[in-house]
């Protein structure tokens, strides 16, 4: 098994200074802080997996306040807005952290696959987990060598197409069956049949102009029934999903299959190519333009 000094050597070289540091897994970012942080308001997408390399964090989400460090991993279960403080970090000992979001189709994939191979979850557990906005549990061997080798894809771009999509799926059964399980699963559980024909309704109709007024008629509910069923169902809300499946398709024309930004942005449904260039640096982590020339 892997330890966190090795995860330590792998990703501390990627780190382009202080802040974020885009990877070209998406979800996968790096982050460094030579300085204190106080109360940063920051917004968690989806399913947020985050480990401490170097450091302390104390992330307050109103109602409750976590606290972890090297050894310990946070699981944030869905869209969530926080506060995050960073204390006595410096340029001579810098705060180091690794996060990685799991879209909501990937984790419902991953529940079912358990499920399918036969494990058994106690319904009990998710019902005493209660609806947290993030739980912190002990960093497990298996979650920091997955997360260890997931950070190693990145050397080669074979292994980044092939196997990194593998890993993260590997990541999300630990944390499924892991000392969080019950908080994660009781976040992804209660699906019905209209907010999953709902997703593949969006996923269908990705490249077209939608409301949540459009795919609420279409699984027969009124909208506001439906945009709080199906945040409470997939952990964000429905355009939110939207935004997410248009960014990702938009990311594979480009690097995929050579289209530019403008007309990658306006396949998926961009109107406007500034509305995407700004969606788009905001949700990598740089515009297309250099988001393009650092991963072909």
């Given at each position: ?64 306040v ?13 869209e ?9 970090a ?29 494990v ?36 080669d ?10 890993v993260?799926?590997?990541l ?31 996923q ?13 008629r ?38 995929g ?34 988001y ?5």
């Amino acid at each position: 098994m892997r330890t966190l000094r090795q995860l330590q050597r792998q990703v501390l070289p990627r780190v382009e200074g202080a802040g974020l540091t885009v990877t070209a897994i998406p979800g996968l970012w790096l982050s460094c802080a030579t300085g204190p942080v106080l109360a940063k308001r920051v917004e968690a997408r989806m399913v947020t997996l985050a480990v401490i390399l170097a450091g302390q964090k104390i992330v307050d989400f109103g109602d409750r306040v976590f606290t972890y460090d090297p050894g310990n991993y946070l699981l944030i279960t869905g869209e969530r807005r926080y506060q995050a403080t960073i204390k006595g970090a410096s340029k001579t000992s810098p705060y180091y952290s690794v996060a990685l979001e799991f879209p909501p189709e990937k984790i419902a994939e991953a529940l079912l696959a358990l499920t399918d191979a036969g494990v058994h979850f106690d319904d009990d557990d998710e019902a005493t987990a209660g609806d947290l906005p993030a739980v912190v549990a002990k960093l497990d061997p298996a979650i920091l060598d997955a997360l260890v080798r997931l950070v190693e894809c990145l050397h080669d771009p074979v292994t980044l197409k092939v196997l990194a999509p593998i890993v993260m799926q590997e990541l999300l059964f630990h944390l499924l069956r892991g000392s969080s399980g019950a908080t994660l699963r009781r976040a992804a559980a209660g699906d019905d049949g209209r907010i999953r024909r709902a997703r593949s309704y969006l996923q269908k109709h990705v490249g077209t102009r939608v409301s949540v007024d459009d795919v609420a008629r279409h699984v027969a509910m009124s909208a506001s029934h439906f945009a709080h069923r199906f945040r409470e169902v997939v952990r964000v809300s429905p355009m939110m999903y939207l935004k997410h499946l248009r960014l990702e398709r938009a990311r594979v024309l480009m690097l995929g299959d050579g289209l530019g930004a403008a007309e990658a942005g306006s396949t998926v449904g961009y109107a406007s190519p500034s509305h995407f260039t700004r969606d788009f640096k905001s949700h990598f982590g740089a515009p297309p333009g250099a988001y393009l020339s650092r991963f072909r």
